[in-house]
């Protein structure tokens, strides 16, 4: 079995910051990419940005400059330094990360349980 969970989601204020991380455990043989997800109200999940196992990075337009994704591959570990909040940024957060796992010997996509993120203008 592989969980994520996801940590450091809260309430800030625009022009704010705020850490996410999330952590990989389980029965895990290696993990490939790494990605934050993000779902406001009544909207579609977006991606937000994400990073490949060589740390090369991707990011929304809307979050360019602003949000920095990065990696511990000892911890198992992704985060996403959130900079200069906007109001707009609020949503649930998700953690995604593709594994390959002992009990498939395949890659799969998995995901965290989401973490609130609200900006007060």
């Known amino acids: 079995q592989v969980q994520l969970v996801e940590s450091g989601g809260g309430l800030v204020q625009a022009g704010g910051s705020l850490r996410l991380s999330c952590v990989v455990s389980?029965?895990?043989?290696?993990?490939?990419?790494m990605a934050w997800y993000r779902q406001a109200p009544e909207k579609q999940r977006e991606l937000v940005a994400l990073?490949?196992?060589?740390?090369?990075?991707d990011y929304a337009d809307s979050v360019k400059g602003r949000f920095t994704i990065s990696r511990d591959n000892v911890k198992n570990t992704v985060y996403l330094q959130m900079s200069r909040l906007k109001p707009e940024d609020t949503a649930v957060y998700y953690c995604?990360?593709?594994?390959?796992?002992?009990?498939?010997?395949?890659?799969?996509?998995?995901w965290g349980q989401g973490t609130q993120v609200t900006v007060s203008s």
């Open positions: 995604n990360a593709l594994v390959r796992s002992l009990s498939t010997m395949t890659f799969s996509d998995y």
């Open positions: 990073i490949t196992k060589l740390s090369n990075t």
């Open positions: 389980g029965s895990i043989l290696s993990i490939d990419k």
